[in-house]
């Protein structure tokens, strides 16, 4: 099942040097903002990781979706906290979220097995 | 052609017993509401679920596309009423909406492979 | 109160007039489509005005959700039926929907203001 | 300005009240939900206010904006914490977003004028 | 008629100066990136304009459509460009954007009642 | 790589076929708008595909992208050319647009692969 994770990952690197070499200068000030809006701040990273991950499940986005569980992971969120907030997404964005809450729950249980749960 | 049926079948109800077990209240409420909303009411139950496939489609969500388009098959919707729904969705919701047209073709004959045609 | 639906009807018909005296031949067939899509067919007239509606509300445009409030009206539901048919619009489309879910009750009392109440 | 934030409050009250009375049992436990998902829990209530702030702003909802804008500002939240969340949807959501930004400046500028400001 | 034109421009640059004093970083890039990618380049100034407005209207976002129907107006394209133009954009898009084709043929006779046709 | 190209093409003309042979009315008509839509009118062929492609990109559809991206090839554009409009498009419709630019780079590739590059 780890798979998951490093499939994801690989492609998301891959693609994204492809797109940074291409040297398009808007581009790579988007990537770069992406950077700077999640950094420490007046809140603090962890609360943001929090709000892309909110933002990301209520458009519907399921990379984006992965890519903030494993920043959320890896800023030591435990489970239930990252389901609290995913229910506060499936909420909002109503029940045509839940599609993505099933992938999101099965990406989550991946980052699991590959890292060990948060307590 | 089958597979297409039960392997969203599976998955859909392997990961909704998962997100369920997880005993968050908010999504366990959720999931329910949806089970009371398609009831029989001042609306009949066969009415409600086209309600339910247009409004997937035009949200271009394909999983809730295949998920109605099986319930409405289910209610003895005919091909032919199913499509003047989705051209209705099609219309409303534009070309974007196209592709998951394609998808929505695909499944409701892989629906009629399985179980045959309504008449 | 029944101004709202007047100054909607009224800007509604003298936009569409300027938009199709402009002649524009993608902008007038996409105005015919709307017309016969929602025509007699497989389905009852009566279903399809449900349908757009719902797609309206899901879609959140105001507009859109006053015009077939209207015509759900005219083709004769009663306020309860309407009502379960947003229920489920506001359930598929999430709290995000509940703005416009007021501004429809708003936009229902004015017709049943101007009309009287369907039974 | 003050007006901004009591007409809101004033037309919001009166159509929930509005909706609420009309025993719709979907609607009702779909506000219902509303409350309980952002109570206290594995999240602090604080943080559930700024992830429904960045919901609202990335789904484009000027209306449930409001409303949470005045919910973080009265959980405690800074003029500067709250424009870093409104960032953050500002990127994810791209700049189509600005519109609702600029509605959203000039709420939060309503609020303080009231209430005074939070440090 | 000409109000809804300077109405429209004189709250976006009050908003867009409130915005920028405040000094978030994120914010203010954002507003830089905005004039960037509009900027001749490969592909020359008056072509982008045309893509910020299909952009702006099946994203229907009514202000975005209006920022963009006057810098297309000042390009220099006719009326009859513009339409086709927001003709592929409801295509698209679907019926779901004509309330926003309404306002956006208002705005263009806005600017044209103030400006004078472009031939 | 190629594969790509040929197997998007070779699902979207065999279920285009089956949707048509369907005649419903409304769905055929939307078919052929698209092809009108997009002809040679006051805006050049060549504009019109760049305007799809951005629209597509927004909407993050995309099986649209790939299809806007052939005929953007397919009308001449350059590599560059092309990225600045899916820049343009990134820009407003925010970083969830992202993962879609990476498929649409990957896939554009693809059509090089096969095709050669444009100059």
Redesign the interface.
């Known amino acids: 099942m780890n798979d998951l994770v490093d499939e994801f990952d690989a492609?998301?690197a891959k693609?994204?040097d492809?797109?940074l070499k291409?040297n398009?200068?808007?581009?790579k000030?988007?990537?770069n903002?992406?950077t700077?809006?999640?950094a420490e701040?007046?809140?603090d990273k962890k609360?943001?990781e929090?709000?892309?991950l909110?933002?990301?499940l209520?458009?519907?986005?399921?990379?984006?979706v992965k890519y903030h569980l494993e920043s959320s992971y890896k800023s030591g969120f435990?489970k239930?906290?990252v389901?609290?907030?995913?229910?506060?997404?499936?909420?909002?964005?109503?029940?045509?979220?839940?599609?993505h809450?099933?992938?999101a729950?099965?990406y989550w249980?991946a980052i699991e097995d590959k890292f060990g749960q948060n307590e």
Chains 1, 2, 3, 4, 5, 6 share one sequence.
Request: net charge neutral; hydrophobic share 40%.
């Open positions: 492609y998301r693609m994204n492809r797109i291409d398009n200068k808007v581009l000030r988007i990537f903002l992406d700077n809006s999640f701040g007046a809140l609360t943001k929090l709000l892309g909110v933002a990301s209520v458009l519907r986005c399921d990379d984006c435990s239930e906290q389901v609290e907030a995913l229910s506060i997404g499936t909420l909002v964005g109503g029940t045509i979220v839940i599609p809450l099933r992938r729950y099965e249980d």
